[in-house]
């Protein structure tokens, strides 16, 4: 079996067709995480989850492109996959995650964490900007020590801040958790591992993105610290027989990993399936 540890199945994309989507991953032996970016997305990614049994699990959190800061207008494309669910938060409401996360189908904080790609032009409000999702991002970080949660963490853009921010609160906090779809350096994968974090592994290893070599990040990255994703509905790897991604494509993924670590697949699948088992206590 494989695990698909961060997909949306809860966004609108999958409006028409989310309950055959899921019937098929696990008929298919693959169980799934649905992953929130707001308080809606969330929200919906737990009533997925309480609808189904065994194999279907949630996480939720405030994504930082989601925290409206005042300081920058993000374009959105109206047929966004996730325009129905699209309201921005002015704040992380800390108290009304915490009783979302009461469902014992929560498993998870995420995902969370800093992206800078749309940020401000001037310094001054750049600056505040950034220092506007530290703030929420601690706030997470908080909520997830107190439920005693591991943490699924997104960054663009910001890995030197949140490497700092990390290494600051890390005897704190004593945080365990996920970098979700891992583009990085080779050094600063290094930092994650030493704060003993899985790294997260999805379709954009197929990409060629300047400065950042896949295939060096997964050799560097032990088996027992990937975890495989599909982050669908994006990031579709190439030849998938569908146009939209799907929880089906995390075995393209860990197809990939093995080819690169050149271990046999059932070594690696069984080894990355007992990774997210035992980080998100699934059972």
Known sequence: ????????????????NREETIKRSLENNIWMINI?????????AVEI????????????GLHPINLDTGLVKIKIDPDEFEKDYYPFEKEFDYKRYKRLARSKKVIAIGEIG????????????????????KEVLLQQLYLAKELNLPVIFHCRMAHQDLIEILNSKFEI??????????????????????MGFSIGFNGIIF???????????????????????????????????????????VKQVAEKIAQIKNLDYQKVSENITENAKKLFSLK
Not at 228 to 242: G, H, Q, R, S, V
Request: a positive charge; aromatic letters at 10%.
């Open 1 to 16: 079996m494989l695990i698909d540890t961060h997909a949306h199945l809860n966004f609108v994309a999958f409006e028409n």
């Open 36 to 44: 929130g970016t707001n308080f809606e997305t969330s929200k919906k």
């Open 49 to 60: 989850a309480r609808e189904h049994g065994k194999g279907v699990y949630a996480a939720i």
């Open 114 to 133: 800093l992206d800078y790609y749309y940020r401000p032009k001037t310094t001054k409000k750049k600056e505040l900007f950034k220092q506007k999702q």
């Open 173 to 194: 906090l004593n945080l365990r958790g996920v970098m979700h779809g891992f583009v990085g350096t080779s050094e600063q994968l290094q930092e994650y591992l030493k």
């Open 207 to 249: 990409k060629k993105i300047e400065g950042i070599n896949f295939e060096e990040n997964i050799r560097k990255t032990p088996l027992e610290k990937i975890l495989i994703e599909t982050d669908c509905p994006y990031l579709t790897p190439p030849n998938f027989p569908e146009e939209r991604n799907n929880p089906l494509a």
